[in-house]
């Protein structure tokens, strides 16, 4: 990790840290080694009785032929859902930079959507893709494709996709335009002068200094893909028609919150928690490398 | 009067107050939103005012499964309330934990609350009854699924009346699709509708132990010849455009308001919605059909919705309350308010017997059909109800394993095995945590 | 600005009234939806103004009762939702902030445990554990609480990362140039870093503030109190109908009035961008 001249003091560094350590250890680790707990036990709702089952809800997990499938749905859901976004967010932001006139109205119109409450976000989506009712599916009909979410697979994926895409649009925009914005205006100046055009600049020049928020950005989305979408889904498809939008997330929540079956939504989190850990350790060791600081 | 006596008065009317004040808080936690959770406010209101003794004290939870969740969230942490709704598949799960829940026949009898379970609509109190006829929660609001059928529709096609049976549904729809409808019927819920209640309404067992009723140790049936054979029939059908699925839940109805199908099948509370939504259409209602190849004269259907579940872990005090207001709820005129402002179904005679004399029935045709539907017979064994734990995820894997039917990815045989399978997997996770 | 391309200007605004009115649409269903009797939400989606105009706004603001089954009328749920925002936005800023310039700017024991420790918290988000925190909230007694509310939710790693990748891009001769004038770690963090931050803390302003604001599912499981809840729950109550009609149109004009808080601060922190703008531009 490259890293800027260090300050020296014994005592200072443990006093910054100290309040989000604490919390994150009360609220998040304690919490996670009950949830590795529980993944060894099999339990009833309540707590009444429990019996220790070794690995046996993981065992149960790896042979259901469904839960498998369910790697392959999270990651193509994910990884949509993280491209897409980031593209969409990236191109907004790139132009919405080269405007000073109007430049708050537009800002304040790409932020409004993420203001909507996910619930009542859910709703609305759910009606304009609803193969009735849905606006979305006469402008489908035009185009001769017979939109019918219940059923086809494909679709109720597109739809989660579009939805989830949607929330997270305004998200990273916010942070690209942050992040080009502190691109000293210099560099552009000297780089027009030289005859480059607005597009080759933003490739030269703007991408490459906004790496570290890409990164950052790239992070982010993929765990909100990943873990923030269940909502979504639960409310757009309950992971069907079948099991074609039921991801590793969604599962947990279903089986866990909705479900009341602590064993196996509790193996699921920790399968979730080394695949995570793993994934972490890939990014930071590889991609951030190649990030320029 | 002298300063004596009035400071006197004084000081007894302060403690008069002070004893209204203290009165015993019981908490109520329940699922319903919108104009419901008012009406829930209301009657909570009323028995507050009606009595001095106690206070309840009605909290919205969320959605069946947060507020179910919540309670057990809360029972862990040992602050679970009095009283919580708890949505008919939790109903397994509540009756399991028996340190937890307190059931209402010991309830009333603990408290010396007047009770006679024979009071009650046993087609309704069934469902959250032991099998030895002891009832564990009481009942709040409870619907059954019915036909509702677009009556502008079946003039146009010249169709005199509502068909009863699943062959007279085949034919009707396809005289409906002749006059230039799209699709003949939908469903809601299909689990409850076309798995659990197909086997009620033609008396059918979908698992043993009497639908599990009887012990944990049961296995699912829904994969026989019945069942099949209905589901089979139902796929063909969605390929001719008789049948249109239209989602899970109750998320089909747009295809019965934009009058694409002719008909569906829903919850019977779902009537005063219906009509709202189809402003200037005639809707008729009508009892589910049944497969005249496997009964003459079909049985009751099985309700839904959710019942009221008094825990464990408070004062005698709070339970009195408690028991008062059960007593409370099931009067004849609240229950029969209840019933009229909601279309859920009463559940005491007295209270279906009460909206008849006030003519209820008559102002409002198509009202009454869920009523008779559920009472015209007596309940089998394999029309009480179902009790299975587990039960939300096994309604998961049911949706799951129909729509790769619908879909045409799978036999109705094959879709059928594969629920039962994985549905037995449910059960048997769930009879290990019960000991 | 450094282009004088009118042409490229205009395509500019194109491509972005493109991606408002894609991104708009669904919010422009909810302001149409308002203008609508219930009923037409049934058989299709409207797309342009209804003739109620202005009359469901007036009948949520006037009647409360009509509107939530809490009985607390729709200001004080804004109030409630008001103070659990502003107290996890602030609280999750400054111990991010703290935190990002601990792991950055010293070097210590622990350091990378420490780092890995919060940004393991960007898993597991707070429904899949809910059960087990919960259970820790009421140990705590913090159940029908304000510090209930908010505590748990203010840690999160977002904040601290970001922070973190901003701070390492901070040129080493900044940091020098300070440590030359004499500035010890603390002067340099507020005369020098804060500054600094400032697109970057608008920004996570933004949308710390939405998220706060947007909590659902965690006051609803912590509060038994009515005089706890929040604009979001009191929408989410209005849709939790089980049989029966929803009323999308006064959820709809809820919704909005509910989007009104987070866009005012989106439009008060566009200063913090804005002003970036304009200094480098002279």
């Given at each position: 990790?490259?890293?800027?001249?260090?300050?020296k003091?014994?005592?200072?560094?443990?006093?910054?840290?100290?309040?989000?350590?604490?919390?994150?250890?009360?609220?998040?680790?304690?919490?996670?080694?009950?949830?590795?707990?529980?993944?060894?036990?099999?339990?009833?709702?309540?707590?009444?009785?429990?019996?220790?089952?070794?690995?046996e809800?993981?065992?149960?997990?790896?042979?259901?032929?469904?839960?498998?499938?369910?790697?392959?749905?999270t990651?193509?859901?994910?990884?949509?859902?993280?491209?897409?976004?980031?593209?969409?967010?990236?191109?907004?932001?790139?132009?919405?930079?080269?405007?000073?006139?109007?430049?708050?109205?537009?800002?304040?119109?790409?932020?409004?959507?993420?203001?909507?409450?996910?619930?009542?976000?859910?709703?609305?989506?759910?009606?304009?893709?609803?193969?009735?009712?849905?606006?979305?599916?006469?402008?489908?009909?035009?185009?001769?494709?017979?939109w019918?979410?219940?059923?086809?697979?494909?679709?109720?994926?597109?739809?989660?996709?579009?939805?989830?895409?949607?929330?997270?649009?305004?998200?990273?925009?916010?942070?690209?335009?942050?992040?080009?914005?502190?691109?000293?205006?210099?560099?552009?100046?000297?780089?027009?002068?030289d005859?480059?055009?607005?597009?080759?600049?933003?490739?030269?020049?703007?991408?490459?200094?906004?790496?570290?928020?890409?990164?950052?950005?790239?992070?982010?989305?993929?765990?909100?893909?990943?873990?923030?979408?269940?909502?979504?889904?639960?409310?757009?498809?309950?992971?069907?028609?079948?099991?074609?939008?039921?991801?590793?997330?969604?599962?947990?929540?279903?089986?866990?919150?909705?479900?009341?079956?602590?064993?196996?939504?509790?193996?699921?989190?920790?399968?979730?928690m080394?695949?995570?850990?793993?994934?972490?350790?890939?990014?930071?060791?590889?991609?951030?490398?190649?990030?320029?600081? | 009067?002298?300063?004596?006596?009035l400071?006197?008065?004084?000081?007894?009317?302060?403690?008069?107050?002070?004893?209204?004040?203290?009165?015993?808080?019981?908490?109520?936690?329940?699922?319903?939103?919108?104009?419901?959770?008012?009406?829930?406010?209301?009657?909570?209101?009323?028995?507050?005012?009606?009595?001095?003794?106690?206070?309840?004290?009605?909290?919205?939870?969320?959605s069946?499964?947060?507020?179910?969740t919540?309670?057990?969230?809360?029972?862990?942490?040992?602050?679970?309330?009095?009283?919580?709704?708890?949505?008919?598949?939790?109903?397994?799960?509540?009756?399991?934990?028996?340190?937890?829940?307190?059931?209402?026949?010991?309830?009333?009898?603990?408290?010396?609350?007047?009770?006679?379970?024979?009071h009650?609509?046993?087609?309704?109190?069934?469902?959250?009854?032991?099998?030895?006829?002891?009832?564990?929660?009481?009942?709040?609001?409870?619907?059954?699924?019915?036909?509702?059928?677009?009556?502008?529709?079946?003039?146009?096609?010249?169709?005199?009346?509502?068909?009863?049976?699943?062959?007279?549904?085949?034919?009707?729809?396809?005289?409906?699709?002749?006059?230039?409808?799209?699709?003949?019927?939908?469903?809601?819920?299909?689990?409850w509708?076309?798995?659990?209640?197909?086997?009620?309404?033609?008396?059918?067992?979908?698992?043993?132990?009497?639908?599990?009723?009887?012990?944990?140790?049961?296995?699912?049936?829904?994969?026989?010849?019945?069942?099949?054979?209905?589901?089979?029939?139902?796929?063909?059908?969605?390929?001719?455009?008789?049948?249109k699925?239209?989602?899970?839940?109750?998320?089909?109805?747009?295809?019965?308001?934009?009058?694409?199908?002719?008909?569906?099948?829903?919850?019977?509370?779902?009537?005063?919605?219906?009509?709202?939504?189809?402003?200037?259409?005639?809707?008729?209602?009508?009892?589910?059909?049944?497969?005249?190849?496997?009964?003459?004269?079909?049985?009751?259907?099985?309700?839904?919705?959710?019942?009221?579940?008094?825990?464990?872990?408070?004062?005698?005090?709070?339970?009195?309350?408690?028991?008062?207001?059960?007593?409370?709820?099931?009067?004849?005129?609240?229950?029969?308010?209840?019933?009229?402002?909601?279309?859920?179904?009463?559940?005491?005679?007295?209270?279906?017997?009460?909206?008849?004399?006030?003519?209820?029935?008559?102002?409002?045709?198509?009202?009454?059909?869920?009523?008779?539907?559920?009472?015209?017979?007596?309940?089998?064994?394999?029309?009480?109800?179902?009790?299975?734990?587990?039960?939300?995820?096994?309604?998961?894997?049911i949706?799951?394993?129909?729509?790769?039917?619908?879909?045409?990815?799978?036999?109705?045989?094959?879709?059928?095995?594969?629920?039962?399978?994985?549905?037995?997997?449910?059960?048997?996770?769930?009879?290990?945590?019960?000991? | 600005?450094?282009?004088?391309r009118?042409?490229?200007?205009?395509?500019?605004?194109?491509?972005l009234?493109?991606?408002?009115?894609?991104?708009?649409?669904?919010?422009?269903?909810?302001?149409?939806?308002?203008?609508?009797?219930?009923s037409?939400?049934?058989?299709?989606?409207?797309?342009?103004?209804?003739?109620?105009?202005?009359?469901?706004f007036?009948?949520?603001?006037?009647?409360?009762?009509?509107?939530?089954?809490?009985?607390?009328?729709?200001?004080?749920?804004?109030?409630?939702?008001?103070?659990?925002?502003?107290?996890?936005?602030?609280?999750?800023?400054?111990?991010?902030?703290?935190?990002?310039?601990?792991?950055?700017?010293?070097?210590?024991p622990?350091?990378?445990?420490?780092?890995?420790?919060?940004?393991?918290?960007?898993?597991?988000?707070v429904?899949?554990?809910?059960?087990?925190?919960?259970?820790?909230?009421?140990?705590?007694?913090?159940?029908?609480?304000?510090?209930?509310?908010?505590?748990?939710?203010?840690?999160?790693?977002?904040?601290t990362?970001?922070?973190?990748?901003?701070?390492?891009?901070?040129?080493?001769?900044?940091?020098?140039?300070?440590?030359?004038?004499?500035?010890?770690?603390?002067?340099?963090?507020?005369?020098?870093?804060?500054?600094?931050?400032?697109?970057?803390?608008?920004?996570?302003?933004?949308?710390?503030?939405?998220?706060?604001?947007?909590q659902?599912?965690?006051?609803?499981?912590?509060?038994?109190?009515?005089?706890?809840?929040?604009?979001?729950?009191?929408?989410?109550?209005?849709?939790?109908?089980?049989?029966?009609?929803?009323?999308?149109?006064?959820?709809?004009?809820?919704?909005?009035?509910?989007?009104?808080?987070?866009?005012?601060?989106?439009?008060?922190?566009?200063?913090?961008?804005?002003?970036?703008?304009?200094?480098?531009?002279?």
């Amino acid at each position: 990790m490259s890293s800027p001249v260090i300050f020296k003091n014994r005592y200072l560094p443990y006093a910054l840290i100290a309040p989000q350590l604490l919390i994150t250890i009360v609220f998040f680790i304690l919490p996670a080694g009950q949830a590795i707990f529980q993944s060894a036990q099999l339990e009833d709702a309540f707590g009444l009785s429990r019996e220790f089952v070794g690995l046996e809800n993981f065992i149960n997990l790896f042979n259901d032929s469904y839960y498998l499938e369910s790697f392959f749905t999270t990651l193509k859901f994910s990884v949509s859902v993280a491209v897409l976004a980031l593209v969409c967010a990236l191109i907004l932001s790139a132009f919405a930079e080269h405007i000073v006139r109007g430049a708050t109205f537009y800002r304040t119109f790409l932020i409004w959507p993420y203001a909507v409450a996910p619930v009542v976000a859910g709703s609305l989506w759910l009606f304009l893709f609803d193969p009735s009712i849905g606006v979305v599916t006469d402008m489908l009909e035009w185009f001769g494709i017979n939109w019918n979410p219940t059923l086809n697979g494909d679709h109720a994926m597109w739809m989660v996709i579009i939805t989830s895409t949607w929330k997270q649009i305004s998200y990273n925009f916010l942070f690209f335009l942050a992040a080009l914005q502190s691109v000293p205006k210099s560099l552009h100046e000297a780089a027009a002068i030289d005859g480059s055009g607005p597009i080759k600049r933003f490739i030269t020049i703007s991408f490459p200094l906004i790496s570290p928020t890409s990164f950052f950005l790239l992070v982010i989305n993929f765990v909100y893909a990943f873990f923030d979408t269940f909502a979504v889904i639960h409310a757009m498809t309950q992971g069907g028609p079948g099991n074609s939008t039921s991801t590793l997330v969604y599962k947990v929540y279903n089986d866990g919150f909705i479900g009341l079956d602590l064993g196996s939504s509790a193996a699921q989190s920790v399968i979730l928690m080394v695949l995570v850990a793993l994934l972490t350790v890939f990014q930071f060791k590889y991609v951030e490398k190649k990030v320029a600081y | 009067m002298s300063i004596k006596h009035l400071s006197a008065v004084a000081v007894a009317s302060a403690l008069l107050s002070h004893s209204v004040q203290a009165k015993t808080e019981v908490e109520w936690w329940h699922a319903m939103g919108g104009a419901l959770g008012q009406k829930v406010n209301e009657i909570a209101a009323d028995f507050n005012a009606g009595q001095s003794e106690y206070e309840i004290k009605p909290v919205y939870k969320g959605s069946y499964a947060e507020t179910m969740t919540s309670a057990i969230a809360a029972f862990r942490a040992k602050q679970q309330p009095a009283i919580v709704q708890v949505f008919e598949v939790g109903t397994a799960t509540m009756m399991g934990a028996k340190q937890v829940i307190y059931p209402v026949h010991e309830l009333m009898e603990d408290t010396k609350e007047p009770f006679d379970s024979g009071h009650y609509l046993s087609a309704v109190t069934g469902y959250y009854t032991t099998s030895d006829g002891k009832m564990v929660s009481m009942p709040f609001n409870s619907s059954t699924p019915v036909l509702y059928y677009n009556k502008d529709m079946f003039k146009k096609a010249g169709i005199e009346s509502a068909p009863k049976t699943w062959k007279e549904m085949e034919q009707v729809s396809k005289q409906l699709i002749a006059s230039g409808a799209q699709c003949g019927f939908s469903t809601t819920w299909q689990s409850w509708t076309q798995i659990e209640n197909f086997g009620a309404r033609n008396n059918v067992a979908m698992a043993s132990n009497n639908n599990g009723f009887d012990g944990f140790d049961s296995e699912f049936q829904f994969n026989r010849e019945p069942f099949v054979k209905h589901i089979e029939r139902l796929q063909k059908w969605s390929e001719s455009g008789i049948f249109k699925y239209g989602g899970r839940q109750s998320s089909g109805m747009p295809l019965f308001y934009t009058q694409e199908c002719a008909m569906t099948m829903g919850s019977s509370a779902g009537l005063s919605g219906i009509q709202e939504s189809m402003a200037g259409v005639d809707v008729g209602v009508a009892e589910l059909p049944y497969d005249d190849t496997l009964i003459m004269k079909p049985q009751n259907t099985i309700i839904g919705g959710a019942s009221l579940w008094a825990l464990r872990g408070h004062d005698s005090e709070q339970y009195k309350g408690v028991a008062q207001f059960f007593s409370y709820l099931s009067s004849a005129e609240v229950q029969a308010d209840w019933h009229q402002f909601t279309g859920y179904l009463p559940i005491t005679t007295e209270a279906y017997e009460l909206t008849q004399k006030e003519g209820f029935y008559d102002q409002n045709p198509g009202t009454d059909i869920a009523v008779l539907q559920m009472t015209s017979v007596e309940p089998t064994a394999n029309s009480k109800g179902v009790r299975f734990g587990n039960f939300l995820q096994v309604r998961d894997i049911i949706n799951q394993e129909l729509e790769a039917v619908w879909a045409g990815n799978k036999s109705a045989k094959q879709g059928l095995d594969d629920a039962v399978r994985l549905g037995n997997q449910q059960l048997r996770r769930f009879e290990r945590t019960q000991k | 600005m450094v282009e004088r391309r009118p042409l490229f200007r205009i395509f500019c605004h194109v491509i972005l009234v493109l991606g408002i009115v894609s991104i708009a649409l669904p919010v422009w269903v909810a302001v149409v939806a308002t203008t609508h009797e219930n009923s037409a939400f049934s058989t299709s989606t409207p797309l342009w103004f209804g003739d109620l105009g202005f009359s469901v706004f007036r009948d949520l603001l006037s009647n409360e009762s009509t509107f939530n089954n809490s009985s607390l009328p729709i200001t004080d749920m804004l109030f409630n939702s008001m103070i659990m925002a502003l107290a996890i936005t602030v609280g999750k800023l400054s111990i991010s902030i703290m935190s990002a310039y601990a792991v950055v700017f010293f070097r210590f024991p622990g350091r990378m445990l420490a780092f890995w420790m919060i940004f393991f918290t960007l898993m597991l988000p707070v429904e899949v554990r809910i059960i087990p925190t919960f259970e820790i909230v009421t140990n705590l007694n913090m159940l029908n609480s304000f510090s209930g509310l908010t505590i748990p939710l203010i840690a999160s790693a977002t904040a601290t990362f970001l922070f973190r990748q901003f701070f390492l891009t901070v040129p080493r001769e900044l940091v020098e140039a300070a440590r030359i004038d004499g500035a010890g770690p603390i002067r340099f963090f507020f005369d020098i870093l804060l500054p600094l931050s400032r697109t970057n803390i608008a920004a996570l302003f933004v949308i710390t503030f939405i998220y706060g604001w947007n909590q659902y599912l965690w006051p609803l499981l912590i509060t038994t109190d009515a005089q706890y809840y929040t604009i979001v729950m009191g929408i989410k109550q209005m849709l939790g109908v089980t049989d029966g009609i929803i009323e999308w149109n006064k959820i709809m004009a809820t919704t909005i009035i509910a989007m009104l808080p987070p866009v005012i601060v989106v439009i008060a922190m566009q200063k913090a961008f804005v002003k970036g703008l304009v200094d480098s531009e002279k």
